[in-house]
């Protein structure tokens, strides 16, 4: 559902997709591929944040607000309807919720670019949403040219990561580079491969 934007915001410019990223071909054709406005979708609990997120998206016009959901069943039933280009979800449904949901998301045909944000994140949860087919991950105590600057990084089919959780890039995480131990490589290989946190913690 669209709604009308009620604040201005500072602009941020396009930022090009990441180079080293490999696209999948089940992604959407991305909005700046179509060129046209990326459409932007968020779940999150709280509607005041909508409220905020559509203020920041306003006066940008590589970005459109497209619609809000309050739980992740249904933000499922608002993407098959009216898809959006990029989504930003909350980490507080639950690690395990959303981390499942990402993995659902990797096997569909056509799927939008996800970041998740949260208050409070560790860099092995990071690692591990990015694991499952996150785009982006974002703190919610970012700045607004933070935010808009994710949304347009994913909106060119590239990477995000907030400096605090990967000063050195989000790359290492999607790729597995030595950086990771081997535990924190395997559990990545099962989350690529569809298995859920708990047959993750099985095997």
């Known amino acids: 559902m669209r709604g009308a934007c009620t604040s201005k915001t500072r602009e941020v410019n396009l930022c090009p997709a990441a180079p080293e990223v490999e696209r999948n071909s089940g992604l959407m054709l991305t909005a700046m591929h179509r060129g046209q406005p990326c459409q932007v979708g968020l779940c999150d609990m709280q509607p005041v944040t909508a409220e905020g997120v559509r203020a920041i998206l306003q006066g940008d016009p590589a970005l459109e607000w497209r619609w809000s959901a309050f739980s992740l069943d249904e933000m499922r039933e608002t993407q098959a309807a ?42 092995a949860e990071a690692e591990r949403f990015i694991c499952a087919g996150a785009a982006g991950v974002l703190m919610r105590t970012a700045l607004p040219a933070e935010v808009l600057e994710c949304l347009h990084r994913l909106a060119a089919g590239g990477i995000w990561a907030h400096p605090s959780l990967f000063p050195r890039g989000i790359a290492r995480a999607q790729r597995r580079e030595p950086g990771l131990t081997a535990r924190e490589q395997e559990v990545c290989e099962l989350v690529r491969r569809g298995f859920s946190n708990r047959e993750v913690a099985v095997d």
């Not at 993995?103 to 860099?123: C, F, G, H, I």
């Open 82 to 123: 009216d898809p959006a280009d990029v989504v930003l979800v909350d980490r507080s449904f639950g690690s395990l919720a959303v981390t499942e949901w990402l993995n659902a998301l990797s096997r569909a045909p056509a799927r939008p670019q996800v970041a998740v944000w949260s208050t409070v994140m560790s860099v």
